[in-house]
């Protein structure tokens, strides 16, 4: 079940993703030390890092989890090149468990 719900949620998501005309938006996701930014169309969103519930990577996404049914997708395609993905990986996860333990 531990690894099940996880995918599940992850196929889910990624349904959404490809069916959803919203998906086809150019979408924006920036990140400091403090914040993560996403910006689609005429929305612009913030969240501190404290609020994120998950951040993951698979061979070809980035995760973002809001909670554990809601993320954002991150095509490592979407970047320039596989270390500039990388490099937004390790900095968003460094980003979260940073402020995961200063939350506790």
Same mark, same amino acid.
């Given at each position: ?25 150019? !979408?924006?996701?920036? /990140?400091?030390?403090?914040?993560? +930014?996403? =910006? *689609?169309?005429?929305? %612009? ?23 554990? !049914?809601?993320?954002? /997708?991150?095509?490592?395609?979407? +970047?320039? =090149? *596989?270390?500039?993905? %990388? ?18």
């Amino acid at each position: 079940m531990f690894v099940a719900s996880p995918l599940i949620n992850y196929l889910t998501q990624l349904l959404i993703f490809v069916i959803s005309p919203v998906s086809r938006r150019e !979408n924006q996701v920036e /990140i400091t030390s403090s914040k993560l +930014f996403k =910006s *689609s169309g005429n929305k %612009d969103s913030e969240t501190d890092w404290a609020k994120i519930y998950d951040v993951s990577e698979t061979r070809k996404t980035i995760l973002l989890f809001y909670n554990k !049914n809601s993320a954002i /997708i991150i095509p490592k395609s979407a +970047f320039d =090149s *596989s270390d500039d993905a %990388d490099v937004f990986a390790k900095a968003s996860s460094k980003h979260w468990l940073l402020a995961k333990d200063t939350t506790f």
